[in-house]
């Protein structure tokens, strides 16, 4: 529970401070993605005790993957390297990204055991 308050602040830290960016644009954007910097050590600890007490993963999995491309993104967005978007995104990065959210939705609208899905408001706990 301490884990995923902290993961969140931390999430909502750099969404203040993106809007601040966006605002204002005094500071460099490694400053501003450094909460997320933060959140991927945090989360590894999180899939770790996660996988260990056999709890449900969904957020902690996809920060913990993505701290090089949270550098990558700060680095190219303060113009410290060069690359092209595409190097910094890679397609496959990107197919993924969208094939792992259609996948996650497809699973959460499901019952567990059931090949049907959930009519919309009617969640069921995962046991």
């Keep these: 529970m301490l884990i995923a308050v902290a993961i969140?602040?931390?999430l909502l830290m750099f969404e203040v401070l993106v809007?601040?960016?966006v605002e204002?644009?005094?500071?460099?954007?490694?400053?501003?993605?450094m909460p997320l910097f933060f959140v991927s050590p945090v989360s590894v600890a999180a899939c770790v005790w996660g996988f260990r007490h056999d709890r449900s993963l969904e957020?902690?999995?996809?920060?913990?993957?993505?701290?090089?491309?949270f550098?990558?993104?700060?680095?190219?967005l303060?113009?410290?390297?060069?690359?092209?978007?595409?190097?910094?995104?890679?397609?496959r990065m990107v197919y993924s990204w969208v094939l792992r959210s259609l996948g996650g939705f497809r699973v959460?609208?499901?019952?567990?055991?059931?090949t049907s899905p959930l009519p919309w408001g009617q969640c069921r706990p995962w046991v």
């Design 78 to 91: 303060d113009r410290i390297i060069h690359w092209p978007w595409l190097v910094v995104f890679p397609r």
């Design 24 to 33: 204002r644009g005094t500071h460099f954007w490694l400053l501003v993605f």
């Design 19 to 21: 809007c601040d960016r």
């Design 8 to 10: 969140h602040l931390l």
């Design 59 to 69: 957020l902690e999995i996809l920060c913990s993957v993505n701290i090089l491309q």
């Design 71 to 76: 550098i990558f993104i700060a680095l190219r």
């Design 108 to 114: 959460h609208t499901r019952a567990p055991g059931s």
